[in-house]
């Protein structure tokens, strides 16, 4: 008679150490210490905390965020790392899989600002901030008169640059601001038809060594599969364009009982190009299926005239 599988007596979870970064390594902290786990954190600073002058398509895209984490998981000095799945890079390195993904927060963007409730009550040529190439392109599409400037850094660090007057208005992720207790920063919520979310956006990935078959065991309770499926379709469409955060690129999808519709937005990033859009469905029961609808509409769009991004381009 074969033994259970041996639980970890303690387990190490690496995390950058911004507010939010925080937040989410302490949420599955507690959730781990609730099912008997004892869990510590491993506080780190990447690449992508310290560079904050440059867009980050510029300087090596989202995966800044995570490589100082995988090598802590390499080295032993961690056993997982909780990401903001949008960070995460769409292939992943060879011996880290994505162990568990969490049930999704509200996936919208928000609309913050101080004097306007909403994207139509800006003035024409307000300054509105926002780094994300993706947000730079649908904000366009909405209103081709705005003046969008760069913003960079955490999320109350793009709040007190706001406060400061330094924009009209800017766009976060909701989800970041409610887990913050922020909630009341936002004017308004972009429903998806006016604003795609990125792939993953407000959903949890925890990432660990392959080989770490009793840490996957212990994240499994945590998983949430309705989740799991939806940001693997979404995140199929980016892998499939090339992944690159130089491309502006949205991919959302909801369940409908057992069939997932998926949208996905692709913009050019000379600005040259119309907005592309497209959307399908199908039942989606498991991994397999969630990959093949992404890659489905990854091909619609490449037919609509969406571009991939060149190969050799950073991964984001």
Not at 64 to 72: I, N, R, S, W
Not at 281 to 309: H, I, M, S
């Amino acid at each position: 008679m074969s033994s259970a599988p041996s639980s970890p007596s303690s387990i190490v979870i690496a995390t950058r150490e911004s507010q939010l970064a925080l937040w989410q390594a302490e949420h599955v902290q507690a959730l781990l210490r609730g099912r008997g786990h004892q869990v510590e954190l491993l506080g780190m600073t990447t690449k992508g905390d310290q560079i904050l002058d440059r867009a980050l398509s510029k300087v090596g895209g989202k995966g800044l965020f995570v490589k100082e984490l995988e090598v802590a998981l390499e080295e032993g000095r961690a056993d997982m790392a909780v990401h903001s799945l949008k960070d995460v890079p769409m292939e992943l390195p060879e011996g880290f899989v994505l162990a568990c993904v969490m049930t999704r927060e509200d996936p919208r963007d928000a609309f913050v600002s101080n004097r306007y409730a909403t994207l139509q009550d800006l003035p024409q040529g307000a300054v509105v901030g926002t780094s994300s190439l993706r947000r730079q392109a649908l904000l366009q599409a909405l209103r081709p008169d705005l003046k969008i400037e760069p913003l960079r850094g955490n999320v109350n660090t793009r709040l007190r640059k706001l406060d400061e007057g330094r924009y009209d208005a800017i766009v976060l992720a909701a989800a970041g601001l409610m887990r913050l207790g922020l909630a009341d920063r936002i004017r308004t919520k972009f429903e998806p038809a006016q604003m795609l979310p990125a792939a993953g956006q407000g959903a949890l990935g925890i990432e660990v060594r392959s080989s770490r078959q009793d840490i996957i065991d212990a994240l499994a309770p945590l998983a949430d599969q309705a989740t799991w499926l939806t940001v693997t379709a979404e995140r199929a469409v980016s892998r499939s364009m090339g992944g690159s955060c130089s491309m502006p690129l949205a991919a959302f999808g909801r369940f409908e009982g057992e069939t997932l519709h998926l949208d996905a937005a692709w913009g050019d990033p000379e600005g040259k190009l119309s907005m592309v859009r497209v959307q399908d469905n199908a039942v989606v029961k498991d991994f397999a299926a969630a990959n093949a609808l992404g890659e489905r509409l990854a091909a619609q769009l490449q037919a609509a005239g969406a571009v991939p991004a060149v190969p050799g381009h950073p991964q984001a």
